[in-house]
T-cell receptor, first 114, second 110 residues
Framework: KAGVTQTPRYLIKTRGQQVTLSCSPISGHRSVSWYQQTPGQGLQFLFEYFSETQRNKGNFPGRFSGRQFSNSRSEMNVSTLELGDSALYLC?????????????FGPGTRLLVL | DAKTTQPPSMDCAEGRAANLPCNHSTISGNEYVYWYRQIHSQGPQYIIHGLKNNETNEMASLIITEDRKSSTLILPHATLRDTAVYYCIVNPRTGNQFYFGTGTSLTVIP
């Protein structure tokens, strides 16, 4: 099976703009989680989607949002970008989102905000 | 949710076994221990996981103590390509999210 794919891989934006990142999970996986990784904060959970519904949410401001489509593909959006949003954004998928399942990560999208 | 404690860095000679320890003293009965590694800002790569028994796959072995309060990841014959940050994670039963700590930065030395 193909792994988790993320597009784009690299992105440069300026403060105040908005950005949309895309994640395609492993075929058959219905749960998609998003994480932000920065040098200062490490890897932090953003949110999880399952069957087009947000099931869990981390401690991030409302500027960070996401959605999931019927084919399980997911997008996350960051509005009004700030310099501190520069990070590696990772998505991970698993079959149903049960805690007993392994999460598989994509390669990430590196976002630079200028 | 159980937190994990790992040494910040370790070195290992190429060809030798790398033993990476992890403490998870507050782990609950049905929580799994997962190990991932991240090579130079790529996506974390799944290595192995276990509940109570020791586990082995083509990449590594996982030794979990009988009281489940700690575990050790063993890379039997470390290569330069094993240089990475290794994360030990206790998979929580609620919330469905992984809490990544700071991990152990393993450097394999030629």
């Amino acid at each position: 099976k193909a792994g988790v794919t993320q597009t784009p891989r690299y992105l440069i934006k300026t403060r105040g703009q908005q950005v949309t990142l895309s994640c395609s999970p492993i075929s058959g996986h219905r749960s998609v989680s998003w994480y932000q990784q920065t040098p200062g904060q490490g890897l932090q959970f953003l949110f999880e989607y399952f069957s087009e519904t947000q099931r869990n949410k981390g401690n991030f401001p409302g500027r960070f949002s996401g959605r999931q489509f019927s084919n399980s593909r997911s997008e996350m959006n960051v509005s009004t970008l700030e310099l501190g949003d520069s990070a590696l954004y990772l998505c991970a998928s698993r079959e149903t989102g049960s805690y007993q399942e392994t999460q598989y990560f994509g390669p990430g999208t590196r976002l630079l905000v200028l | 949710d159980a937190k994990t404690t790992q040494p910040p860095s370790m070195d290992c000679a190429e060809g030798r076994a790398a033993n990476l320890p992890c403490n998870h003293s507050t782990i609950s009965g049905n929580e799994y221990v997962y190990w991932y590694r991240q090579i130079h800002s790529q996506g974390p790569q799944y290595i192995i996981h276990g509940l109570k028994n020791n586990e082995t796959n083509e990449m590594a072995s996982l030794i979990i103590t009988e009281d489940r309060k700690s575990s050790t990841l063993i890379l039997p014959h470390a290569t330069l390509r094993d240089t990475a940050v290794y994360y030990c994670i206790v998979n929580p039963r609620t919330g469905n999210q992984f809490y990544f700590g700071t991990g152990t930065s393993l450097t394999v030395i030629p």
